[in-house]
């Protein structure tokens, strides 16, 4: 299963992106997606995940800023990030997995995409 993410780029502070991650050549419908993010000397953290039937969950240090929507017809997770900070920089990662627990655990997930840079300036 390849995973294509695309999006990241340069913001200020206050701006806003949007990443996808598209899944040519399968269906999303019975998949939980998730994106993560690593920053430069950090480990790799959950941001947030769409499950199959379209709950949807967030690290604290996101809520209220980024959306993750899934538009199945075109086998594509979205990632919109606003009011973005500066500590938002990082290489963000979609994935996906059969559907399970725990959306929030990187090792769940079986399939990764090869991240896209987000750099925030202040």
């Known amino acids: 299963v390849q995973l294509q993410a695309s999006g990241g780029g340069l913001a200020q502070a206050g701006g806003c992106l949007r990443l996808?991650?598209?899944?040519?050549?399968?269906?999303?419908?019975?998949?939980?997606m998730g994106w993560f993010r690593q920053a430069p000397g950090k480990e790799r953290e959950f941001v947030a995940a769409?499950?199959?039937?379209?709950?949807?969950y967030y690290a604290d240090s996101v809520k209220g800023r980024f959306t993750v929507s899934r538009e199945n017809a075109v086998n594509t997770v979205y990632l919109q990030l606003n009011s973005l900070k500066p500590e938002d920089t990082a290489v963000y990662y979609c994935?996906?997995?059969?559907?399970?627990?725990?959306?929030?655990?990187?090792?769940?997930?079986?399939?990764w995409g090869q991240g896209t840079l987000v750099t925030v300036s202040s």
């Open positions: 769409i499950s199959w039937s379209g709950g949807t």
């Open positions: 994935a996906a997995r059969t559907p399970s627990l725990n959306v929030h655990i990187d090792y769940e997930y079986a399939y």
């Open positions: 996808s991650c598209a899944v040519p050549g399968r269906t999303l419908r019975r998949t939980d």
